[in-house]
């Protein structure tokens, strides 16, 4: 009979801490007051300078403000009919070193950082391969000199066994 009474007990004092538990963070995110921002995704993770993300950022309801190094500060907008989402776009700068950023975000005066959510691809050398020298080394005109007394040397040749070939 006890052991009845006990889980019969058991099982309603569970049932009312689930209860209550449910509905306490759904009065707290009805306001919007306490909720921190989180989940930040940024598209593409991977970019070139010069080029522009978008950073979306769950629990920010009211918009704010997102920074890196790799950017100036840019604005958060919240997203009509999305619960508690704000979006934003930035553009790279043109200066930005290749590697990985931090993101941090500033919802109703909390911050949030997320380390690494990008990475910024390097520039390539254009021109000749990538050569870091301008105009002909003394090993281009070297080659460049060979190249052109064999072929001198060749047609010379050709037209000598021609005129030879004339005579017979």
């Given at each position: 009979m006890h052991t009845t009474r006990?889980?019969?007990?058991?099982?309603?004092?569970?049932?009312?801490?689930?209860?209550?538990s449910l509905a306490a963070p759904a009065a707290v995110a009805r306001d919007g007051?306490?909720?921190s921002p989180s989940n930040i995704v940024v598209l593409p993770s991977v970019i070139a300078r010069g080029g522009q993300i978008?950073?979306?950022v769950d629990g920010c309801p009211g918009g704010g403000t997102m920074t890196s190094s790799a950017f100036r500060q840019?604005?958060?907008?919240?997203?009509?009919?999305?619960?508690?989402?704000?979006k934003g776009t930035a553009t790279i700068d043109d200066n930005a070193r290749p590697g990985s950023y931090d993101i941090t975000v500033n919802c109703n005066g909390r911050t949030?950082?997320?380390?690494?959510?990008?990475?910024?691809?390097?520039?390539?050398?254009?021109?000749?391969?990538?050569?870091s020298t301008t105009g002909a080394t003394?090993?281009?005109?070297?080659?460049?000199?060979?190249?052109?007394t064999a072929a001198l040397v060749g047609g010379g040749?050709?037209?000598?066994?021609?005129?030879?070939?004339?005579?017979?």
């Open positions: 006990f889980l019969a007990v058991s099982a309603a004092s569970a049932a009312a801490v689930a209860a209550l007051m306490g909720v978008t950073v979306t840019a604005t958060l907008t919240p997203i009509n009919g999305a619960n508690q989402t704000s949030l950082t997320r380390p690494a959510a990008f990475t910024v691809l390097g520039g390539v050398r254009g021109g000749l391969g990538g050569g003394p090993t281009d005109m070297a080659i460049g000199g060979g190249l052109v040749v050709f037209w000598m066994r021609r005129r030879a070939e004339r005579r017979i």
